[in-house]
């Protein structure tokens, strides 16, 4: 069975950055992994997905040029790496592992972490 644990969020102020890291366990073998977000009263958003070598990535696009995901298979490990905050990013990020086929639907994806909490202020 397939966990996924979050870490690195936290409070930031705009302009800053922060890298989110999700730890994966289980059978991540050949799996595409993706970042959504949630802010309080919106509908969850796709930010980015990668696939499994890692030559292929999508992004949302007021993410682009700010953000960017990466991934290690050594360590069953995917980031976030998040430069430039604004405060419109604020929300609970989270990771999810699908089959190896990029996508932007939440649908593309069966295995979801518990997220983190990014705050940035103004």
């Known amino acids: 069975q397939v966990q996924l644990v979050e870490s690195g969020g936290g409070l930031v102020q705009a302009g800053g950055s922060l890298r989110l890291s999700c730890a994966a366990s289980?059978?991540?073998?050949?799996?595409?992994m993706a970042w959504f977000r949630q802010a309080p009263g919106k509908e969850r958003e796709f930010v980015a997905a990668?696939?499994?070598?890692?030559?292929?990535?999508l992004y949302e696009d007021s993410v682009k040029g700010r953000f960017t995901i990466s991934r290690d298979n050594t360590k069953n490990t995917a980031y976030l790496q998040m430069t430039n905050l604004k405060p419109e990013d604020t929300a609970v990020y989270s990771c999810?592992?699908?089959?190896?086929?990029?996508?932007?639907?939440?649908?593309?994806?069966?295995?979801w972490g518990q997220g983190t909490q990014v705050t940035v202020s103004s």
């Open positions: 999810s592992m699908g089959r190896n086929v990029l996508g932007r639907s939440a649908g593309n994806y069966d295995h």
């Open positions: 289980g059978d991540t073998f050949g799996s595409a």
């Open positions: 990668i696939n499994w070598i890692a030559s292929s990535a």
